[in-house]
C-alpha cells in the first residue's frame, strides 16, 4: 500500500508495515484461492510441532537466517554489479548464499539459540516497556525518561530471556509452547 511508510523514516513506519501485511495475510486466509491447501499446511505443521517443537524451532532458525541472508546479498550483489532483478546471476548468489548460511546456523544451533533468546528478550522488553508506559511508569520511556532505569530495565529483562535460552530452560518453554500452537493449528 501507499502508507507503508516504507521509504520513510518516522516512527510510525513500522507499524504501517506491520499492519499493511497482517492486513494482505488476513485477507487471503479468508478470501483467497488456496483455502484448503492452507488448512492442510496448518494440520501438517500443528501435527509435526506437537509431535517435536524443538526440531521445528530450531529449523526455522535456520531457514530464516538463510533467508534473510541470501536476500540481503541478491540485493547487494545486484547494486554492485548493476543486475536486474530477475538475473540468474543475482538469484544463483542469493541461494548459494542462503544455502551456506542455513548448513553455519545448523552447524552453530546453540548459538543461534541464544542469539534468538535475546532477540525474543529485546522484543519483549520492547513491547512491555510501552505497556508500563501506557499505565503511568513514564520513568521507563525512552524519550522522557530516565536512561539509566530503561537501560536496566532492558538489560534485565532482556538478559532474563539470555539466561533462559543459554541453558535448558528454554526447551521447556518450547515444550509448553508448540503443542498449544500445534494443537491451534490442527484444529484450525
Not at 43 to 56: A, P, Q, W
Amino acid at each position: 500500500p501507499d502508507d507503508a511508510g516504507t521509504a520513510t523514516n518516522t516512527t510510525g513506519a513500522a507499524p504501517k508495515i506491520f499492519g499493511a501485511v497482517a492486513a494482505a495475510i488476513k485477507e487471503d486466509l479468508l478470501h483467497g484461492p488456496h483455502q484448503v491447501m492452507t488448512a492442510v499446511l496448518a494440520l501438517i505443521g500443528g501435527i509435526v510441532l506437537v509431535v517435536d517443537g524443538k526440531k521445528v524451532f530450531d529449523g526455522f532458525l535456520c531457514l530464516a537466517l538463510g533467508y534473510v541472508l541470501g536476500v540481503l546479498v541478491m540485493s547487494s550483489v545486484g547494486d554492485m554489479w548493476h543486475l536486474e532483478h530477475n538475473s540468474k546471476l543475482r538469484k544463483f548468489v542469493g541461494w548459494e548464499v542462503g544455502l551456506v548460511a542455513v548448513y553455519g546456523a545448523y552447524k552453530g544451533l546453540n548459538g543461534m539459540n541464544i542469539f534468538a533468546g535475546v532477540l525474543l528478550g529485546f522484543w519483549f522488553t520492547y513491547n512491555l516497556q510501552h505497556v508500563l508506559v501506557g499505565l503511568g511508569a513514564h520513568f521507563l520511556s525512552t524519550t522522557e525518561g530516565y536512561q539509566w532505569v530503561v537501560f536496566l530495565f532492558y538489560t534485565l529483562v532482556a538478559g532474563g530471556f539470555l539466561y533462559l535460552f543459554n541453558g535448558e530452560a528454554h526447551k521447556k518453554l518450547l515444550a509448553l509452547i508448540c503443542p498449544f500452537m500445534g494443537g491451534i493449528l490442527v484444529a484450525s
